[in-house]
């Protein structure tokens, strides 16, 4: 493995090798010195060129307790905004001998393009409508933790599902190991075409939850408001909101996920949040470690065979 | 070709790990505080049937936990990637205990070197003592252990397997010896 581009193009082998790594890298998070060696001496690169705070902040704690060097660059104060393309920058930050890339970009392709112009692994932080992997391994892994294992289970994903790189990673690592995906939310935000990877497409809350074992809510996009393809938040959160009542359709022990941050209200009501269903924290601490096994993965090892 | 010879026997590591036990003992007046941590992945079953002796001998179970050294090693930019399994020890499993770390082969010394290092992440025991199944020889740093099972002076040429039943369905150690020809391919 050179890169994280995608999680479409990963084998079933190559997914639970990542997971069991991650899980592995769980127990380092409750130590009293945090930081194993491993990637002394190695330089990454978080090149963020979107807003985030949790991913970004969780690559850097990641490459931190596995004691690699950090640099985080931003769209503004960088150079980028002095007209530089993205090339440009990569090259220059190649040049100063950085061992792994950290990419996240609003165009979709943009790690893949990187990739094809560095020697050093590329990860994918999210890029555009495409892909975000490290949260689909984050996902896998939390529900792995909680259910034992994904196969037979039936899982809800909920949202604007057309937009979602969320979705997208999900759906591709929950059909690898094994469970029955479902996808609701607004007609307009469901693309019929996942039909075709089996995935079950329903405008229908209640079909999508019922006698769900995992529901992952999608963030709801208000940037999108305006776009006319979603009704209004009040509406929303009547139809495709997860609430104690849309909640009590699913299976007795259905747990629920949140990419976050999280609209509370909106998607998702706050007592949601706070109850014992919800496994949004494990989610965040779980995504460090994935995020660790990564960068070890792919930086933490000479040549592969 | 491959020359075995069996160093071994079911029998001789039971013998071996039971004297271990007794010498764990009556180095450290009992099992009061004392861990055994053993080394991913042979070094664990070691540790486990020790502590089930440490049991018999004293009525006393001490702590027991796992220690993969994956991410500690010296030579990670030299060979491939290979992934980590589980490391049960925690804090308190370490901090001011006495430990005795498990391993089944002691050679140049370099994964109780990583092992060392990896502890003191951990917390800052009051002792650590090493326990080996086979000691081999050819060190290659200042290490050597307080309980050996078998001492045998090996060439760099030799391997020395050691199969446990929780892992390879067999109890037994023996050694290989490969051909010259086979070394300089």
Known sequence: MQDLLDLESLSKQDIIGLLDLSQNMVEILDRPIKKVPTLRGKAIVNLFFEPSTRTRNSFELAAKYLSADVINVQKSGSSVEKGETLWDTARNLAEMAVDGVVVRHQVSGVPQQLADILDVPVINAGDGSHEHPTQGLLDALTITQAKGSLAGLKVAIIGDVLHSRVARSDIWVFLALGADVVVSGPPALLPQKYEEFGVEVTADLHRALTDADVIQVLRLQRERQSSKELPSLWEYHLRWGITSHSLSWAHPDAIVLHPGPQNRGVEIDSEIIESSRSRILPQVRNGVAVRMAVLFRLLGGGHDE | ?185
Do not use: C
Request: proline share 4%; no cysteine; net charge negative.
């Open chain 2, 1 to 185: 070709m491959k020359h075995r010879a069996l160093l071994m026997d079911e029998d001789a590591i039971r013998r071996a790990l039971m004297r271990i036990a007794h010498e764990i003992v009556e180095h450290n007046h009992g099992v009061k505080n004392l861990t055994l941590v053993g080394i991913r992945r042979r070094g664990v079953p070691l540790s486990e049937r020790i502590a089930a002796n440490l049991m018999a001998i004293e009525n006393e179970a001490p702590d027991v936990g796992s220690l993969d050294i994956g991410l500690y090693r010296d030579d990670l930019a030299n060979r491939p990637f290979s992934p980590v399994n589980q490391t049960s020890i925690r804090a308190q499993m370490v901090d001011r205990k006495t430990i005795v770390l498990v391993d089944d082969v002691l050679f140049t010394g370099r994964t109780v070197r990583a092992a060392l290092d990896a502890l003191s992440d951990f917390g800052r025991p009051t002792a650590i003592q090493l326990a080996v199944l086979i000691d081999r020889g050819h060190r290659e740093l200042p290490i050597r252990a307080d309980y050996v099972g078998k001492n045998i002076p090996t060439s760099r040429l030799e391997r020395i397997h050691v199969e446990v039943k929780e892992i390879d369905g067999i109890d037994r150690v023996y050694v290989e010896k490969m051909d010259v020809a086979e070394e300089t391919e």
